[in-house]
């Protein structure tokens, strides 16, 4: 019976469902495992379902030749050395569409609670400062309705953020390494623009880009000086394609409003600035996150890795030139 390491606690049905096909190792203290780790723990094991902070690197690959395929409980996989594994005959695969929506919706969540200062707000309610009934001028906020809304990153779930803008009369701008069909410019109501125009004219900025050398701080001190200094930047992404020290900087001297994130540089160690700062709200990487979705992406990356250790070719293959 082949056997299958799940790197991160998932769901009791997910273990459940593995283990009728196959011997299944777990982590039940749900410890994030260091590469080292994984290599160890990996031993005579064909496959391996990880979820986004489990570095698989070379050392991983090559302590373990037995290794058939890397099962990405997630549609990102920076967290995996792909060139490495590919070099060795090891598929990787994510979870790519599932999760769409629920990433749409979180980002939207972000960008009203940074456009209405509801963390803030809410907090100042807790804190019993809400002492006198009504202030004309208590937590002004940005109006979100008939504003321009500029996605950096336009694949499913820019493109799900886009459509969601259709409600709030917005106009959107979007920039990306190719055209949309025409079809899903209309559907979205998008309209492809350069960065620097996107950065320009935007009210809400938001970044939907995968992480790679190639994004590494696309959003770093030049590009946010090039924001209005009334804009919001959102980040649902991943942490490394915007330079937190930059936003700090950003944020604290008022350069732009504010700024809704989800992801960090070196997450969960987010830059501690951040937390004395009013004008962003802060969320764990949870744009996924909700039980239905979860399980879902469990189930996805179930899919992915039975397929590779029965021969077949997995439906979310990611190194397609992997022999
Ligand atoms: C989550 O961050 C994912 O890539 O699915």
Request: net charge neutral; proline share 4%; charged share 20%.
């Amino acid at each position: 019976m082949s056997k299958v390491l799940v790197t991160r606690a998932v769901f009791p049905e997910s273990i459940e469902s593995l283990g009728k096909r196959f011997e299944v190792v777990t982590n039940p203290d749900d410890t994030p495992w260091s590469p080292d780790q994984i290599a160890e723990k990996l031993a005579g094991c064909s496959a391996a379902m990880s979820t986004v902070l489990c570095k698989f690197d070379e050392s991983v690959f090559a302590r373990n030749p037995q290794l058939k395929v890397v099962s990405n409980i997630a549609v990102g996989y920076n967290n995996i050395d792909v060139a490495a594994a590919t070099k060795r005959g090891i598929r990787v695969t994510n979870t790519p569409g599932v999760l769409d929506d629920t990433t749409a919706d979180l980002t939207w969540a972000l960008l009203m609670a940074a456009a209405r200062r509801i963390a803030e707000a809410d907090a100042w309610v807790r804190r019993g400062d809400w002492k006198v009934a009504f202030g004309m001028h208590s937590f002004l906020g940005n109006d979100v309705h008939h504003a321009t809304l500029g996605i950096i990153g336009m694949g499913r779930i820019g493109q799900a953020i886009a459509r969601r803008a259709l409600g709030f009369d917005m106009t959107v701008l979007y920039n990306n390494r190719t055209r949309l069909a025409e079809s899903d410019e209309k559907r979205c109501n998008a309209t492809l623009v350069d960065r620097d125009t996107l950065l320009a004219k935007s009210d809400f900025v938001v970044v939907m880009a995968p992480y790679s050398p190639a994004t590494h701080h696309l959003i770093g001190a030049a590009e946010l000086a090039k924001m209005k200094p009334t804009a919001i930047l959102v980040n649902t992404a991943r942490g490394g394609v915007v330079d937190d020290a930059a936003l700090v900087e950003a944020l604290r001297e008022r350069r732009i409003a504010g700024a809704g994130l989800d992801v960090f540089e070196g997450e969960p160690k987010l830059n501690a600035a951040y937390l004395a700062l009013p004008n962003v709200v802060l969320t764990p990487h949870i744009g996924s996150a909700t039980r239905a979705t979860r399980v879902t992406m469990c189930e996805t990356a179930i899919a992915n890795l039975t397929a590779v250790l029965d021969g077949r070719a997995p439906p979310n293959l990611v190194n397609k030139d992997v022999i």
